[in-house]
């Protein structure tokens, strides 16, 4: 293959995941926290040898519980080598298409996407090679909507009338898998552990490959329910045939990771993320990701 050029070298540099769910409530930012944790924990890197960024947020701050989570992988207790960012934020608790309407805070496709190359141009002049490692955490599922704006005006967009409460007419929003396409960043799936979420997390799966994504992993959070979603995924992923078959299929038990059921709330998580087997199964999982993007990398450079 011919070598590529200076700016997709530059992107070479920087690991960058998208993390998606399956749906909402799956327990993304817990996965996500944890693959940050497994990252500072393995000691990679200097100042800033993980990074966080969510694009959108609506009501909350999966920010600070990141933060949080991840703060007992520094050294004595003091803050990690973490650097988080959230670059929309509305103070509604609903899907952002909503919420940006509700605050009359719009954003844009062309916005985030500004924002998040921004963020990504920055920590690569920050970072060395194979320094550090991001996670670029989505909203909802993946076809969840993103923000709605009237900038939002090109065929593809949903666009929508007044709306209940006066809302203003005609802001489009893509999904979440629309929206950071052209990004052309790999992406891991957190699937669903519920009954029922082996074909919602099919279903994610084929969303993400017809967009053309490279799905490089997928975790699943049990819930303890005894369904082993993780179990059908991995025969799923292992059958042969004429479909184009994504990076996590080729090693089904190294790509495909099974997490052990969140404790049941009010309850702190910081025992789970704690767990000898927690710990040891996203260690894997991290280091797998981080094979899959080196491999790519030499392919791209060859």
Same mark, same amino acid.
């Given at each position: ?18 993390? =998606?769910?399956?749906? *909402? ?13 497994? @990252? ?16 959108? !947020? ?26 988080? @960012? *959230? /670059? =929309? ?20 496709? @062309? ?48 666009? &929508?009338?007044?709306?209940? &409460? ?9 999904? !979440? ?19 029922? &979420?082996?074909?919602? *997390? ?13 799905? !490089? ?15 059908? /995924? ?56 981080? *094979? ?6 030499? !392919?791209?450079?060859?």
């Amino acid at each position: 293959m011919p070598a590529v050029g200076a700016s997709a070298t530059r992107r070479l540099l920087l690991r960058t995941h998208l993390v =998606f769910g399956a749906n *909402t409530d799956v327990g993304k930012t817990v996965a996500t926290a944890g693959l940050l944790r497994a @990252r500072l924990l393995a000691g990679g890197g200097g100042a800033g040898a993980a990074r966080y960024v969510k694009p959108l !947020q609506c009501g909350g701050s999966d920010e600070a519980s990141v933060r949080g989570w991840c703060r007992p992988a520094g050294d004595g207790g003091e803050s990690p080598p973490l650097r988080l @960012r *959230t /670059l =929309f934020r509305w103070e509604t608790a609903a899907s952002p298409h909503l919420a940006a309407r509700h605050e009359r805070a719009p954003a844009s496709d @062309r916005e985030v996407l500004e924002a998040i190359r921004g963020e990504l141009a920055s920590a690569e002049e920050e970072e060395e090679r194979g320094s550090a490692a991001v996670f670029v955490e989505t909203a909802g599922g993946v076809l969840s909507p993103s923000s709605a704006s009237p900038e939002n005006n090109a065929e593809g967009h949903a666009r &929508g009338g007044e709306g209940d &409460g006066g809302g203003p007419p005609s802001w489009g929003w893509s999904t !979440q898998a629309d929206l950071y396409r052209n990004l052309s960043l790999p992406a891991v799936l957190v699937g669903d552990g519920k009954l029922g &979420g082996i074909s919602c *997390t099919l279903a994610a799966l084929e969303a993400l490959g017809v967009r053309g994504y490279n799905v !490089q992993g997928v975790g699943v959070v049990d819930d303890g329910g005894g369904y082993d979603n993780t179990g059908a /995924l991995r025969e799923y992923a292992g059958r042969r045939g004429g479909r184009k078959r994504q990076a996590f299929e080729r090693d089904p038990e190294a790509s495909i990771v099974s997490l052990p059921p969140l404790p049941p709330e009010p309850e702190p998580l910081d025992g789970w993320f704690a767990d000898v087997e927690v710990e040891e199964k996203l260690g894997a999982f991290e280091r797998r990701l981080e *094979t899959i993007w080196e491999e790519k990398a030499v !392919q791209l450079a060859g």
